[in-house]
């Protein structure tokens, strides 16, 4: 290739804690408008911000999950610009001491390691959110003061799938942390992209600075879409403008917002409401008490305790709430080998086909063992299990109870199916040669002959058990 | 018998021994105000509710029940102060119709302490001004002589105290803002430790600054309402836990062994004659009897207005943006864009000397200056922090002029906004190193215009004050006067 792509990340992520970052009002995602704000987060005249201890802690805990070092000194700016979700037309950030330093993350794309770092992570509020209608713009306060993370990432990702590979970890492990919901449609999680292209070797080139991504896809798309339009304009002859750009996901292009010169100027400077942070060696041990799993160290449980390969096991921790749901199905249906085939087959299967990134398994825990002990102990077959799937997701029936009440069980009465498969087997004798003759593919006629035979009841397994014994 | 011409103290017996009901005092208060409107004090009055207020408090003390340090008193908080339902304008256009949703902890710490709350006070807009000629709501005239400022910012309520409409009244002061026109009104003016006084719902001008405080006639009266206002408030981050004594009692009758700090920066050659004659006659006052005089050495207490002008109009211009015609105050009626929106909104609310300091402000945080200006000035600020902590190794007590001169004519400065700038430079240093600091009266110039001495106290020590203070107020009402 004659460019290399370089690509750093800000990630941003709404925490998830119970009251905003500076204000008591509840945390909550929608609501009537305007309904969970006060004078503080509304910007009221005289109003100050009280910081979230809480918020503090969970800033504090994703830098200790991704080996930050946490400054022992933190204060708070204020960003100041004008916009009308910004009702104090400053936003509440850090700037020059943040929460936390460095750190990093290890992705891996196709078989490579690698190492991400991070420069830092900061805490700062959620501005408030702008509803176009017909009767003009609306402003819904309910998001401002939220509090947010920024995660920022040094320029070390040279692919979209590198980038993509890291913000996955990083949900991840916000996930597993379980600071925020982390949900990319939502806007709980957001991110920007710096990309820039150079050749090999060369020392970085100008960068641009991509808004308005809201899923992994569309991260993956503007990050291609955009080096491939740099190295048009340099193949050109064209300089690259250092310029923040929005993606149109629908039109698959990114148009230019801003250029350099037309940057805002924040104006940063320590905002006197809110005291320094002074943290404590000791809270900073205690927090790291409380840290939970992370994927990595699951996955090596899974591993070593219950015998899953290594690739197995890393695709079902990527998730917290899949590893959870996982850990939740093998409590009254251990099988670990079998559930995890099913979760990464048949269940990865109906999410991706959700068309939203954002999707949970809808059936409870329970229910999904039920089933699986249903399809492991030969009571149903795979086509019923799929069926039944399809069909207690999202309303959570018993599937004991559908099959009892729609007969769906298979038939395992050995004497009855050999009686059947006698008959067949008499009807079809060219078949029976062709089965001898060693076309194993012959066997999927019989199969089929004994499910018309009753109706669709018969076990598969059973079929080619008694088959190859009658034709011995 | 004249209650209105009462200290609060003595109000305070009054009410407490039945001779007066808080509902008789506050209706001859409104007759006063009423009276005495030419002086333009006030911006808004809230009768109905004082009146309800005073009713209650009557009510209370007839059944017996113990009632707070404040109650059935009239009291008048500056405009720049929240109150539930009472307009805040901050005497600016853009906020003329803006009514409070909330009130402001020091506010209802006055409510909570039986205060009856009855107006409203006329400022500088913004609390920008040393004149309180800045206010949208006109200006307001020294009661001492009308044609004379009643200085700035908290003009209103000095002069609402001073011509006896209240009792007593919360400021806020920056860089002098209670203190200066205190001394031009003849009154008392505190301005507490930052951090003493919570500021939640006191709208802001320069947040790492700003102090709540307040006017009084009397010494004694400025020692009960800190009583009531102090303390910590879990809505304000800069307010402090420290321990609140009791004022009252601090006040001894004596100022014998106490180590009054003189800078030689104070008292420079521009000082007016007469302020400097009143200051040493004080002075003396408390050597006769007991005190003991330090020099002490302030150098950097010159660059104290240039600190000033560049933190204060820094944090404004950021406290200011909110303004934006997008929530409340003014809107502009016909924009084109987003951005003509803020910038007719603004153009149209804000008067010049809020325009100055938004555009000074914006300047020094801008990027390329912010270095050689705002980070400048917090460096120079701990200088000056420093200076003072060294100087009260050395002394219990600082005293100085408040001002260099008496009030000045109204208009006389309207134009030289560098000698407006100038009244403030003896209290400005105060509020950069976070100080407490009053303001009391120590005589008058021979056209009868008040001269006020300020008495400046370490950290958290306002008992100090108080107890000075109140030497030299009783000492010149036996024979100074």
Redesign the interface.
């Known amino acids: 290739m004659k460019y290399e792509t370089v690509i750093g990340l800000e990630v941003h992520s709404e925490l998830n804690t119970d009251t905003k970052c500076f204000c008591g009002c509840k945390n909550h995602f929608g609501g009537e408008p305007n309904t969970h704000c006060c004078p503080v987060c509304t910007g009221m005249p005289g109003a100050l911000p009280m910081l979230n201890k809480k918020a503090v802690e969970y800033a504090i805990k994703m830098g200790l999950a991704v080996g930050c070092s946490i400054n022992e000194y933190s204060a708070f700016e204020r960003k100041n610009y004008f916009y009308p979700d910004l009702p104090k037309a400053y936003q509440i950030s850090q700037m020059e001491h943040p929460l936390c330093m460095g750190g990093g993350v290890e992705i891996e794309v196709n078989g490579k390691k690698k190492f991400i770092r991070l420069n830092h992570i900061h805490l700062e509020e959620d501005a408030g959110k702008l509803i176009h209608t017909n009767n003009g713009t609306m402003i819904d306060y309910n998001r401002g003061g939220v509090p947010l993370i920024e995660m920022v990432s040094e320029p070390d990702m040279s692919s979209a799938d590198e980038a993509i590979a890291f913000l996955q970890k990083i949900r991840s492990i916000v996930l597993y942390l379980g600071i925020s919901e982390a949900k990319m449609q939502e806007g709980n999680l957001r991110c920007d992209v710096n990309v820039s292209i150079r050749k090999e070797g060369e020392p970085l080139g100008t960068r641009t600075e991509m808004k308005n991504m809201n899923s992994f896809r569309a991260v993956a798309r503007a990050i291609r879409s955009e080096s491939q339009r740099q190295a048009e304009e340099l193949d050109a002859g064209h300089k690259i403008v250092q310029e923040t750009r929005r993606w149109d996901d629908n039109a698959g292009k990114s148009y230019s917002m801003r250029t350099k010169e037309n940057a805002d100027d924040y104006r940063y400077f320590p905002d006197p409401d809110i005291i320094p942070i002074e943290v404590e060696k000791e809270y900073v041990e205690h927090i790291a008490t409380t840290l939970p799993k992370l994927a990595t160290e699951r996955a090596k449980e899974y591993v070593e305790k219950m015998g899953l390969s290594y690739n197995d096991a890393e695709l079902l921790t990527q998730d917290r709430k899949i590893a959870d749901y996982f850990e939740n199905v093998i409590k009254t249906f251990n099988q670990p080998k079998y559930v995890c085939n099913w979760i990464l087959g048949e269940v990865f299967k109906k999410l991706n086909s959700l068309d939203n990134e954002d999707a949970e398994i809808d059936i409870s825990p329970e229910n999904m063992a039920k089933l699986l002990q249903l399809y492991h102990s030969e009571t149903i077959g795979q086509a019923t299990a799929r069926q039944l799937l399809d069909e207690i997701w999202g309303t959570d029936k018993n599937p004991e109870i559908i099959v009892k009440e729609k007969g769906l069980a298979q038939n395992n009465d050995t004497a009855g199916l050999e009686e059947v498969l006698k008959k067949i087997i008499a009807d079809n004798p060219k078949a029976v040669q062709e089965l001898k003759a060693g076309n194993q593919k012959t066997m999927q006629f019989f199969v089929g002959q004994a499910m018309r035979a009753t109706s669709g009841k018969c076990n598969p397994k059973l079929v080619n058990e008694i088959v190859n014994k009658l034709i011995k | 018998m004249d209650y209105l011409n009462m200290n609060l103290w003595q109000v305070r017996d009054k009410l407490n021994s039945g001779e007066i009901t808080s509902v008789e005092l506050t209706k001859k208060c409104f007759q006063r105000i009423k009276d005495t409107n030419d002086l333009n004090a006030l911006i808004s009055t809230c009768e109905e509710f004082a009146l309800a207020s005073a009713k209650k408090i009557d009510e209370a003390r007839a059944n017996g029940a113990k009632l707070g340090a404040l109650a059935g008193i009239p009291i008048v908080i500056k405009d720049?102060?929240?109150l539930t339902g009472t307009k805040?304008t901050?005497a600016s256009k853009f906020?003329a119709n803006?009514v409070s949703?909330?009130t402001?902890t020091c506010a209802q710490k006055l409510i909570d302490a039986g205060a009856v709350i009855i107006g409203k006070a006329n400022m500088d807009e913004f609390a920008m001004g040393s004149s309180n000629e800045t206010s949208a709501f006109g200006i307001v005239h020294n009661p001492v002589n009308p044609n004379y400022v009643p200085g700035g910012s908290s003009g209103g309520s000095a002069t609402s105290v001073a011509s006896n409409q209240c009792f007593g009244a919360l400021g806020t002061d920056t860089g002098g803002s209670i203190r200066e026109p205190s001394s031009f009104c003849g009154i008392v003016g505190l301005k507490p430790t930052y951090g003493r006084v919570s500021?939640?719902?006191?709208?802001?001008f320069?947040?790492?600054l700003d102090q709540v405080g307040n006017l009084t006639r009397s010494v004694r009266d400025s020692a009960i309402m800190l009583g009531v206002i102090a303390g910590e408030d879990?809505?304000?981050?800069?307010s402090s836990a420290k321990e609140i004594p009791d004022y009252e009692q601090a006040i001894t009758g004596s100022v014998k062994g106490l180590k009054i700090g003189i800078a030689k920066q104070f008292f420079n050659d521009k000082l007016n004659s007469e302020v400097r004659e009143s200051l040493d006659k004080a002075i003396q006052t408390y050597v006769d009897n007991g005190a003991e005089i330090v020099n002490i050495d302030l150098p950097s207490l010159d660059t104290a207005l240039a600190v000033y002008y560049i933190i204060s109009s820094?944090?404004a211009?950021?406290n200011l943006?909110?303004?934006?015609g997008?929530?409340?105050g003014v809107q502009a009626k016909n924009f084109n864009d987003?951005?003509d929106l803020?910038f007719k909104s603004r153009t149209q609310g804000f008067g010049k000397e809020v325009k100055r300091r938004i555009m000074l402000g914006?300047y020094v945080?801008?990027?390329g200056y912010?270095d050689a200006f705002?980070r400048k000035a917090k460096r120079v600020q701990k200088v000056i922090q420093k200076e003072f902590e060294q100087a009260f190794k050395k002394c219990d007590l600082i005293v100085c002029p408040t001002t260099a001169n008496p009030a000045f004519k109204i208009g006389e400065k309207s134009n030289d906004h560098l000698a407006m700038y100038l009244t403030d430079i003896f209290t400005v240093p105060i509020n950069i190193a976070g100080l407490p600091a009053m303001s009391i009266p120590c005589g008058k110039n021979k056209d009868g215009l008040p001269i006020g001495m300020q008495l400046i106290a370490p950290q958290w020590k306002e008992t100090t004050l108080f107890n000075a203070g109140d030497f030299l107020e009783q000492a010149i009402k036996e024979g100074l006067k």
Not at chain 2, 234 to 238: N, Q, R, S
Not at chain 2, 321 to 324: L, S
């Open positions: 720049n102060i929240n805040t901050c906020l803006f949703p909330y402001a500021r939640y719902g006191v709208v802001a320069a947040s790492s879990k809505h304000d981050m800069t820094a944090e211009a950021s943006a909110r303004f934006d997008v929530k409340y987003i951005v803020y914006n945080l801008s990027s912010f705002y």
